[in-house]
């Protein structure tokens, strides 16, 4: 058994029970966000504008209106979920490996995740998860938290899980992950997964209600999930600014979409991100690192085009510095509300200045299947394209499921 780090969590089945709404109100396809899920993630897991007009699931009070008045000999009053907040994922897979000894494996589950999230009164979230996976036969275990004071959507302060990935923040739909945060320190570092930390972000809408910024910058252990595996902390930030589209916090007058143009956000937006840090592995020397990179996310119609490039500059004492480069290109289509085409090409050298190995280069061809709001399928293919592991495709039917 292993401790593991699990990526940024979003909203959960919870929030649909909390507010009597289908699970594509807030998704694209889930985990991935539409233009109202984003909104509704920045306004601190609340509805934008007046949340308490579209809770119809009654919370539990915790303390009256005069204990405001009496503060600070009193303690503030607040609220909570009105029944237990918790949502469970599964997800299931068929795979096939061209080369591999045993061409076709069953992982009924590949992973189970049982989540609780929910607010506490106007100014606090919570997000809590317990996850087993199982990783090439061993189980591996992860239980991110944290606890968010939310002053507003231009203010939030998070202690707990953090997370430096600069993917996009409305989440892959795609079984194989990006290739960029994906990119390791020779140490073992990657900026995929969260990290014990504390963070502030926040967002905000631009002229008339449309589009908006976005920003984060933490410190965290970087390493070691709950322990720092060495004395220095890493620290990182993100920079993004969407132009049209739903505005980044919404607002009153915007309301949750059910329709079936719940996956249009008409918007362009652009990020930039940096990250330093120390990565320390057993008998090698410490590995100081600074990552940076930038990001396109454009979303017209039915048809999402985004892409990313990351450049990794490393060092230990003794060693040549590295010098790494990853890059990759992605476009969807839905076909159906139901149905989205997609592929993926991904370049990756982990080191430049050296011939071998040679830059990875692969192609990843999919369709996601949305059988119900809470049920996807994914039929994808992982094709390398280098002439080392040129025959070495992969194939995967992966089946999810959120209650």
Same mark, same amino acid.
């Given at each position: 058994?292993?401790?593991?780090?699990?990526?940024?969590?979003?909203?959960?089945?919870?929030?649909?029970?909390?507010?009597?709404?289908?699970?594509?109100?807030?998704?694209?396809?889930?985990?991935?966000?539409?233009?109202?899920?984003?909104?509704?993630? &920045?306004?601190?897991?609340?509805?934008?504008?007046?949340?308490?007009?579209?809770?119809?699931? @009654?919370?539990?009070?915790?303390?009256?209106?005069?204990?405001?008045?009496?503060?600070?000999?009193?303690?503030?009053?607040?609220?909570?979920?009105?029944?237990?907040?918790?949502?469970?994922?599964?997800?299931?897979?068929?795979?096939?490996?061209?080369?591999?000894?045993?061409?076709?494996?069953? @992982?009924?589950?590949?992973?189970?995740?049982?989540?609780?999230?929910?607010?506490?009164?106007?100014?606090?979230?919570?997000?809590?998860?317990?996850?087993?996976?199982?990783?090439?036969?061993?189980? @591996?275990?992860?239980?991110?938290?944290?606890?968010?004071? !939310?002053?507003?959507?231009?203010?939030?302060?998070?202690?707990?899980? *953090?997370?430096?990935?600069?993917?996009?923040?409305?989440?892959?739909?795609?079984?194989?992950?990006?290739?960029?945060?994906?990119?390791?320190?020779?140490?073992?570092? $990657?900026? $995929?997964?969260?990290?014990?930390?504390? @963070?502030?972000?926040?967002?905000?809408?631009?002229?008339?209600?449309?589009?908006?910024?976005?920003?984060?910058?933490?410190?965290?252990?970087?390493?070691?999930?709950?322990?720092?595996?060495?004395?220095?902390? !890493?620290?990182?930030?993100?920079?993004?600014?969407?132009?049209?589209?739903?505005?980044?916090?919404?607002?009153?007058?915007?309301?949750?979409?059910?329709?079936?143009?719940?996956?249009?956000?008409?918007?362009?937006?652009?990020?930039?991100?940096?990250?330093?840090?120390?990565?320390?592995?057993?008998?090698?020397?410490?590995?100081?690192?600074?990552?940076?990179?930038?990001?396109?996310?454009?979303?017209?119609?039915?048809?999402?085009?985004?892409?990313?490039?990351?450049?990794? &500059?490393?060092?230990?004492?003794?060693?040549?510095? $590295?010098?790494?480069?990853?890059?990759?290109?992605?476009?969807?289509? *839905?076909?159906?509300?139901?149905?989205?085409?997609?592929?993926?090409?991904?370049?990756?050298?982990?080191?430049?200045?050296?011939?071998?190995?040679?830059?990875?280069?692969?192609?990843?061809?999919?369709?996601?299947?949305?059988?119900?709001? &809470?049920?996807?399928?994914?039929?994808?293919?992982?094709?390398?394209?280098?002439?080392?592991?040129?025959?070495?495709?992969?194939? *995967?039917?992966?089946?999810?499921?959120?209650?």
């Amino acid at each position: 058994m292993a401790i593991v780090c699990t990526e940024q969590s979003g909203a959960i089945p919870a929030f649909s029970r909390k507010y009597k709404t289908s699970c594509s109100t807030c998704h694209y396809a889930f985990p991935m966000l539409n233009g109202f899920g984003s909104a509704f993630l &920045n306004n601190g897991y609340r509805y934008p504008g007046y949340d308490e007009d579209f809770v119809k699931e @009654e919370p539990t009070s915790l303390g009256s209106e005069g204990q405001k008045r009496a503060f600070p000999d009193a303690i503030w009053p607040a609220d909570m979920p009105g029944t237990a907040p918790v949502a469970v994922r599964a997800i299931t897979r068929i795979n096939y490996g061209a080369l591999e000894e045993i061409k076709w494996n069953f @992982e009924f589950p590949h992973e189970i995740e049982v989540f609780a999230a929910g607010t506490i009164g106007e100014n606090f979230s919570v997000f809590a998860e317990m996850e087993l996976e199982n990783e090439d036969g061993e189980i @591996e275990i992860a239980f991110p938290l944290f606890l968010q004071y !939310d002053h507003s959507p231009q203010l939030h302060v998070r202690a707990g899980m *953090v997370s430096a990935d600069p993917s996009p923040t409305h989440h892959r739909i795609t079984r194989n992950h990006y290739n960029v945060p994906s990119l390791r320190t020779r140490n073992g570092f $990657r900026l $995929r997964g969260d990290y014990a930390g504390i @963070e502030v972000w926040g967002a905000g809408n631009g002229s008339d209600g449309r589009g908006g910024f976005m920003y984060r910058a933490g410190i965290a252990n970087g390493q070691g999930g709950g322990n720092d595996v060495n004395k220095n902390k !890493d620290f990182y930030g993100r920079f993004t600014y969407k132009i049209g589209g739903l505005g980044e916090i919404g607002g009153a007058e915007s309301g949750a979409s059910e329709a079936v143009d719940f996956f249009i956000d008409n918007s362009v937006t652009l990020g930039v991100f940096g990250y330093s840090g120390t990565a320390s592995r057993t008998g090698i020397e410490d590995e100081d690192f600074q990552i940076f990179g930038g990001d396109v996310d454009i979303w017209y119609n039915r048809f999402i085009l985004n892409g990313m490039a990351v450049f990794m &500059n490393s060092k230990i004492e003794g060693m040549t510095d $590295r010098k790494s480069l990853a890059w990759y290109a992605q476009g969807q289509y *839905v076909l159906y509300p139901w149905l989205i085409g997609l592929v993926r090409y991904e370049w990756t050298d982990t080191d430049k200045d050296v011939d071998s190995p040679v830059p990875g280069t692969s192609i990843i061809p999919g369709i996601t299947v949305m059988a119900r709001a &809470n049920v996807k399928m994914i039929l994808e293919a992982k094709i390398p394209l280098d002439e080392p592991n040129k025959k070495n495709n992969t194939f *995967v039917l992966q089946m999810e499921f959120g209650i």
